[in-house]
């Protein structure tokens, strides 16, 4: 299942999101958001690359 990376509109903190969903609760600040509204920063094969994509961009304060 593919998945998305995404950034919260109102923290700016990447989050993973899978392929097809409509809205997201942002795990940082609690903010729910539709899906197709925000900025999608990368895609990822799978749950895992999109963990370590979202763990880099992190890790490098983006």
């Known amino acids: 299942m593919e998945y998305l990376v995404v950034r919260c509109p109102r923290c700016s ?3 993973a999101v899978r392929l097809g969903s409509l809205s997201h609760t942002c795990p940082y600040c609690g903010t729910r958001f539709k899906v197709n509204e925000v900025n999608i920063v990368a895609r990822a094969r799978n ?3 999109a963990s370590e994509l979202v763990r880099r961009m992190l890790a490098q304060g983006r």
């Open 13 to 15: 903190m990447p989050s």
């Open 47 to 49: 749950g895992r690359e």
